[in-house]
């Protein structure tokens, strides 16, 4: 079999793939046509960032059986159409751990300290003290957005420079936080009260300029930011503003939102240091993720089961047939849940009713829990992964089955819990493989989850439903279909609503103006 390696993956995890008897050719990059050209004769291909690995070389694959990416990010890789064609697409997302916390914390003490200014300033001959007095990090209070692996190691350290650490992260309970030594605050408070703030997050859509230009107001003058996680989380014009009008000391910035990038208002800014993506580029980590990717791909090309996939498992044979339109189910179910729930998930039930029962539960927890945790934690989390970030995140999980069954031959239903809500979802698929929720929180409907949809509490009572859906006019979204579930006359109902394309935040805020509305979700699938 053989290997496509690109953009200069590591040695030492190519000589693994060599000695186990694989044909590995390596070149620095390819472009897109000559790519597509080459990648019908590899049965694998390895790559970095540097290489767009787009639909059309996907499918110009005939042989494909797996793309790794020696790291953790795989915005260059399509990844549903390498899931359409049952191609695995695995990452590393631990081999560069190290290397991005102690950038973070390399870019953190240069910001404090002014290191880049003054070394730019001396070398040109210029000896400048008094402009370049800097702050100690003891003592200051460093607010960490996003307190998942990377984040929490940058506490420690950051606790053993004495500094005082809060986070926000949703999805931690605050009993793990406090394992840490960190205190869990909402947003706007670290926002309001820290004096650096870090993010550590990937790029969804509920992240992207999650530090905007009104975040960014609520920041003291004398605060600083870093951004080594991914570019886009803070939103570069709203950051060059407050840098340029003072209220703002200063940032620190390895990612951003277009790459490769050399020039930018920010880069006019002396209070500005930048980095060209730096937070993986050592050594040590570059060594890491090749071995990590190479040992995922000696895997699947021997017919193991993949550890750090990012879209499919391996399942084969005659249960690849039946749970496959269930798998597809339960993540969707997972996925709709993750958006309802607001507080850190304490609690997972998931239980399967009718003939799913005979089979092993783990599949279908897996894809639970991948769609649960996908919506906040972006591509970190994958099929494989998600049992243990439930694990390490202290969220207890329970399986239950029953053959028993009243209206369904089949229906999974899956209840979590944190300390302040709970939201319960059930569903099945038909005989053409079509899923459809059929209750939520007690209120029975039947629709089908798609890719955009409005969950929409309200009285039941006449002339609301038609004020809701002139709002979704007015922006010019059409609605495809739309179900109303109640469980007493004149009590409170829902309305599930399947929309063509997602409506902005201004008009949820509009919906849940209108009389007899108790609130509204956004919810993308």
Known sequence: MRVLALDGVDQQGLNILEKAGLEVTSHATMDEEQLKEVIRDYEALIVRSGTRVTAPVIMAGKKLKIIGCAGVGTDNIDI???????????????????????????????????I?????????????????IGVELRGKTLGIIGLGRIGREV??????????????????DS???????????????????????????PLTKDTRHLLGKEQLKLLKPEARVLNVARGGIIDEEALYEALKSGNLAGAAIDVFE?????SSPLFEL?????????????????????????????????????????????????????????????????????????????????????????????????YVLKGLFRPRLGNDVNYVNAPLIARKRGIRIREKKSRDMDY????????????????????????????????????????????HMLVVLHLDRPRLVGPVAMVVGDQEVNIAEMQVGRQ??????????????????????????????????????
């Open 270 to 366: 002396d209070n500005v240091i930048v980095t060209p993506h730096l937070v993986a580029s050592t050594e040590e980590a570059q060594r890491a993720v090749a071995l990590e990717v190479a040992k995922d791909i000696l895997r699947c090309l021997n017919g193991e089961p993949v550890r750090n996939a990012v879209n499919i498992p391996v399942i084969r044979g005659h249960l690849a047939k039946v749970l496959h339109p269930y798998l597809n189910l339960a993540e969707k179910l997972g996925g709709f849940l993750g958006q309802l729930m607001e507080s850190p998930i304490l609690t997972i039930e998931i239980c399967c009713n009718g003939e799913l029962a005979q089979y092993d539960l783990a599949p279908i927890t897996n």
């Open 488 to 525: 007493e006359k004149g009590g409170e109902a829902v309305m599930l609503m399947n929309i063509d394309s997602e409506v902005p935040r201004e008009a949820l805020q509009e919906i849940r103006q209108v009389d007899g509305v108790l609130d509204v979700r956004y919810i993308c699938l």
């Open 80 to 114: 549903s159409t390498a899931s359409e064609k049952g191609i695995v697409v695995a990452n590393a997302p631990e081999g560069n751990t190290v290397a991005a916390v102690e950038h973070t914390i390399a870019m953190m003490l240069a910001l404090a300290r002014n």
């Open 408 to 451: 369904y031959a089949n229906l999974i239903t899956i209840e979590v819990k944190g300390r302040r809500e709970s939201h319960k979802l059930a569903g099945t698929v038909n005989p053409e493989g079509t899923p459809y929720i059929v209750n939520l929180n007690g209120y029975s409907v039947h629709a089908s989850p798609s890719s």
């Open 116 to 132: 880049p200014q003054a070394n730019s300033n001396l070398k040109q001959g210029i000896w400048e003290r008094k402009k370049y």
């Open 155 to 172: 506490a420690r350290r950051a606790r053993g420079l004495e500094m005082k650490v809060m986070a926000y992260d949703p999805y931690v």
């Open 258 to 262: 277009e790459e490769p990038l050399t």
């Open 175 to 201: 009993e793990q936080a406090e394992r840490l030594g960190v205190e869990l605050v909402p947003l706007k408070v670290v926002l309001k009260e820290a004096d650096f703030i870090t993010v550590h997050l």
